[in-house]
């Protein structure tokens, strides 16, 4: 419970300045929209400016990180080798790969391979074969600060079919992106995303989703992607969340695993791509700070 602040009282984001001159207005007008039935952001996920700069440092690495799986990963490699390259980059520059031990999570990244959704276990076992597609999530914590992005890799030659669920779950994000902007709405984005996917003959994957970041890895708001414009949380500046939709070329039901309750795989056996971005809702638009 919040105790209602004075004007001239150090504003709630400890940025050091008076209310009045830092949040007020913000407060006043999400009021507004609470008040009208709209689902609002609480203060514990608005970030204050040495807030992002740290969050930013972070993702620095887990740009880096990706950029160099990028550069490196080939057919022949295993996703064994992934998860040291991961753990070897992260902690070289000072991070900590957040996967690992998180909810008892054994590995510093996830692999997942052709129809394997999320969260798949990098494997001594599994050798990326020509044709494959993989999308390779990692996270970091730098300071405390949380960063979160992932990325689709084609192993060689892969399929026409393949190829362009790769391509258009980039669109996806790309154009759910779009709609980030203050006073907007996260289904704005949600909306976006199906639409493509829909267009194209692909499913979304409804029970998993992105999520708020930063201060912590999982953080509010949930960021789905079967919601409708005007709808879910309102966007206001200093929020950070991740869009990450899962898009199957086939039906959108998954299983996870029993074996180790993590592993994601379609129901069907179908290929699943994702991409994941980390962005910043800003006073004008976004700022995306891990691609
Ligand atoms: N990067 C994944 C996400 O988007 C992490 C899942 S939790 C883990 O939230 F333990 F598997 F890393
Ligand atoms: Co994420």
């Known amino acids: 419970m919040s105790v209602k602040l004075g004007r001239n009282d150090p504003c709630w984001c400890k940025s050091g300045k008076k209310y009045k001159a830092c949040h007020q207005a913000f407060d006043e007008k999400i009021a507004m929209y609470a008040s009208k039935g709209c689902i609002v952001p609480s203060h ?3 970030k204050n400016a040495d807030e992002i700069a740290g969050i930013k440092e972070s ?3 887990n740009v880096a990180v990706l950029d160099y799986i990028e550069e490196h990963i080939h057919a022949g490699m295993t996703t064994e080798e992934i998860d040291k390259i991961v753990y070897e ?3 070289k520059m000072g991070g900590i790969p957040a996967p690992l031990h998180y909810e008892g999570y054994p590995y510093s990244v996830c692999t997942s391979v052709n129809e394997q959704v999320c969260h798949g276990f990098p494997s001594k076992d599994v050798v990326l074969q ?5 999308n390779v999530d990692v996270s970091t914590i730098l300071n405390g600060y949380f960063s979160d992005s992932s990325r689709m890799f084609c192993i060689g030659e ?3 079919e393949k190829k362009k669920l790769v391509e258009v779950t980039k ?11 203050p006073w907007g709405f996260l289904g704005d984005m949600g909306q976006a995303v199906h639409d493509h996917a829909f267009a194209n003959g692909y499913t979304v994957v409804r029970e998993i989703g992105g999520h708020g970041i930063g201060l912590q890895f999982h953080e509010d708001p949930w960021v ?5 414009r005007g709808e879910e949380m309102l966007m206001v500046p200093g929020m ?4 990450e939709p899962m898009v199957n070329m086939g039906k959108a039901d998954i299983y996870v695993d029993s074996k180790n309750d993590w592993e994601v795989y379609t129901e069907d056996g179908l290929p699943s791509a994702q991409w994941e971005i980390q962005v910043l809702v800003t006073e004008d638009g976004h700022e995306v700070i891990s691609w």
């Open 158 to 160: 892969v399929s026409p």
């Open 224 to 228: 789905g992607y079967n919601s409708k």
């Open 240 to 243: 950070i969340f991740t869009i």
């Open 130 to 134: 020509e044709g494959d597609i993989i």
């Open 44 to 46: 514990d996920i608005i």
């Open 89 to 91: 980059k992260t902690t």
């Open 59 to 61: 993702a620095k690495i």
């Open 171 to 181: 669109e996806c994000v790309e154009l759910g992106l779009k709609e980030v902007k």
